[in-house]
Structures are given as structure tokens and as C-alpha cells.
């Protein structure tokens, strides 16, 4: 079964730090998201990206934050200066032409 | 941007079936519901989606009233492994944002 890949598992980074993260999306879907989970709280909504573009972001989605789709198959989201509260776990998802999102397993960044 | 309120938590004994309901009074007509599961430290996956009546799959059924203004996501015969958190969004398929809610903490209790 396809699936949602993530790298890397874990990030380190000292505050101020830029950090890329990234993601493999499932090869034929069209739509990408990035999502954020503070430990102990609820999936925020980032940003969905749609044909090489940005369709909509929150407010969580600041000038610190940039995706990018390099080479048609990887996904990044870049955190230009991490700051101690982008501490989370970054999730990113995928999904075709309907509403069923496709999660990785994350990637939990740690800014100290 | 339909809004979504579910309980904060459940408790139910291993075997029962677990009904959780879910509230989207401003849906809109090319909003889809969509129910995910997360466990701790995993993405969400998702369960189950539905456009209004019901829909079944091999792990839950969907039920949608005809205002749509609110959904039930049943789990037959649940199991100490369906302890998670429950998420209802609700969506178009045009690939835009899904806010997540509190989501309903599922306790399944031996």
C-alpha cells in the first residue's frame, strides 16, 4: 500500500536555526498539506499547496515558514529561524481528487 | 469554514459499540465528513467519509442525517486497540485546509 514518507524522524535544532523538513507524497495524488501537533494538543493546519502553489495557509503560517515541491516528488517545509515554540511534531499529508488525506508518520522537531 | 464540536472524551467497555457524534451546523453543500483516527505519536489515518445518509466500511459506519448538520461515527464492538483519539473534519475536494478540532479521546476499557 502507498504511503506517506517523512524525513528526518527526529530534528534537533538550536533556536534560530533554519530547518527544512521533508516528505515524500504518494506519487499520483495532486494535493499537499502540512500540519502541526504540540504535544498534547490538536492537529493545526499549516498550509496546502495545489499545481506548484500555495492554496491556503493559517495563521500559524508566517514569513518564517516556506514550502517548496523541488523536483515533483519531494515536498519540504522550511522554518526560516525555529523558534522554542516550533517545538512539535510536523505532519505531512497527501490526497487525490477527494477529501481522504493521506498522513506520514511525522517528523518531531525540537528547538532548544 | 464549517466548524466541528465534538465530546472531549468517552469511556466504553471492550465489546460495546461506541457512538460518537459530531456537530457542523454551517456545512456547506460541497462539504464532505471525514473521520480520522490518531494514535499517540502517529499521524492521523483516516476511518471513514461520507457525503450524507450512511456509509459502511470493514471498521465503522457513517450515519448523516438529511441537514447534515451533524454526523455519528459508530464502532461496532470496540476493542482495547481503538483507544485513540477520533477527529471529524469536514471538507470539499478541492485539496484546501481541514482544521482539525479537539477531537473526542476514546478510552476503551477492559
Known amino acids: 500500500e502507498p504511503e506517506v514518507t517523512q524525513t528526518p524522524s527526529h530534528q534537533v535544532t538550536q533556536m534560530g536555526q533554519e530547518v527544512i523538513l521533508r516528505c515524500v507524497p504518494i506519487s499520483n495524488h495532486l494535493y499537499f498539506y502540512w500540519y502541526r501537533q504540540i504535544l498534547g494538543q490538536k492537529v493545526e493546519f499549516l498550509v496546502s499547496?495545489?499545481?506548484?502553489?500555495?492554496?491556503?495557509k493559517s495563521e500559524i503560517f508566517d514569513d518564517q515558514f516556506s514550502v517548496e515541491r523541488p523536483d515533483g516528488s519531494n515536498f519540504t517545509l522550511k522554518i526560516r529561524s525555529t523558534k522554542l515554540e516550533d517545538s512539535a511534531m510536523y505532519f505531512c499529508?497527501?490526497?487525490?481528487?477527494?477529501?481522504?488525506?493521506?498522513f506520514g508518520p511525522g517528523t518531531r522537531l525540537t528547538v532548544t | 469554514l464549517a466548524k466541528t464540536t465534538q465530546p472531549i472524551s468517552m469511556d466504553s467497555y471492550e465489546g460495546q459499540e461506541v457512538n460518537i457524534t459530531c456537530s457542523h451546523n454551517n456545512i456547506a453543500t460541497n462539504d464532505y465528513i471525514t473521520w480520522y483516527q490518531q494514535f499517540p505519536s502517529q499521524g492521523p489515518r483516516f476511518i471513514i467519509q461520507?457525503?450524507?445518509t450512511k456509509v459502511t466500511n470493514e471498521v465503522a459506519s457513517l450515519f448523516i442525517p438529511a441537514d447534515r448538520k451533524s454526523s455519528t461515527l459508530s464502532l461496532p464492538r470496540v476493542s482495547l486497540s481503538d483507544t485513540a483519539v477520533y477527529y471529524c473534519l469536514v471538507g470539499d475536494f478541492t485539496g484546501n485546509q481541514f482544521y482539525f478540532g479537539t477531537g473526542t479521546s476514546l478510552t476503551v476499557i477492559p
Open positions: 499547496f495545489y499545481n506548484n502553489e500555495i492554496s491556503e
Open positions: 499529508a497527501s490526497s487525490s481528487r477527494t477529501a481522504e488525506q493521506y
Open positions: 461520507g457525503y450524507k
